[in-house]
Every structure is written in C-alpha cells, then in structure tokens.
Nanobody, 134 residues
Framework: EVQLVESGGGLVQTGGSLTLSCIVS????????IGWFRQAPGKEREGVSC??????????ADSVKGRFTISNIYDNAKNTVYLQMNSLKPEDTAVYYC?????????????????????????WGQGTQVTVSS
C-alpha cells in the first residue's frame, strides 16, 4: 500500500524556519518524483518543490527559490523527503502536501521546462498546516 505521511508543520513568525517531513512507503522509489505542494484558503494547489529520487534532481518554484531546500534520505526501506523552509513569509501560510508519481518532476519541451502540476499526481499525503505570523 502506497503511503505518504507529512509532519513538521506549525506556527512560526516571519523570518523563521520549519522543516517538513514526508515519509513515503509502499513502492519502489526509483523512477518517482516526490513533490511538495501547498494550498492556501481560496487558492488552487500550487507546486513548491520536487525531487526526482533516482538522480536527486530538484525543482523549486520561483517564489521559494533560495529559501526552501528539498532533500531525500532512504533508510531501512523508508524514503523520507524533507522540505527545509527558511526566511518564511506570511504568504507561505498554507496546508502543505507531499505527493508521488512515477515520472520526473518535469521535462524540457524546446526551451520551456514543463513541471508536472498537482493534477498529474495520484498519491498524496494528508497535509500539514504551516502558518506564518506577521
């Protein structure tokens, strides 16, 4: 059974840091992208970051580049994907989800880099709330 379990959310002040964890189990991780998404009230779910487990390649949304870092650790048949979030802003407030799908985070079509959106992921965690106070 495929399972993704997020943890690490909470309340933090502007400029603070949080580390989210996503424990992934139930499938062979090679060939899978693990993505972090977030959804604020009244807004669509948006991609934040992604890691392609097989080669460690990563993707970051422009809004989080230089502030967030995604990483992956495989240990004892469990794959944990972390999202280190620094210099948090009130606009980072959202429910954060991790998701998995057997493809790369994105691909180039000509000079354009297409990133797989949330709608193309089938496996999801339950989400963890991140609130950044101003």
């Amino acid at each position: 059974e495929v399972q993704l379990v997020e943890s690490g959310g909470g309340l933090v002040q502007t400029g603070g840091s949080l580390t989210l964890s996503c424990i992934v189990s139930g499938f062979t991780f090679d060939g899978y992208a693990i993505g972090w998404f977030r959804q604020a009230p009244g807004k669509e779910r948006e991609g934040v970051s992604c890691i392609y487990v097989s080669d460690g390649s990563t993707y970051y949304a422009d809004s989080v580049k230089g502030r967030f870092t995604i990483s992956n650790i495989y240990d004892n048949a469990k794959n944990t994907v972390y999202l280190q979030m620094n210099s948090l802003k009130p606009e980072d407030t959202a429910v954060y989800y991790c998701a998995a799908e057997p493809f790369r985070c994105g691909y180039y079509t000509g000079s354009y880099y297409y990133v797989h959106p949330a709608t193309e992921y089938d496996y999801w965690g339950q989400g963890t709330q991140v609130t950044v106070s101003s």
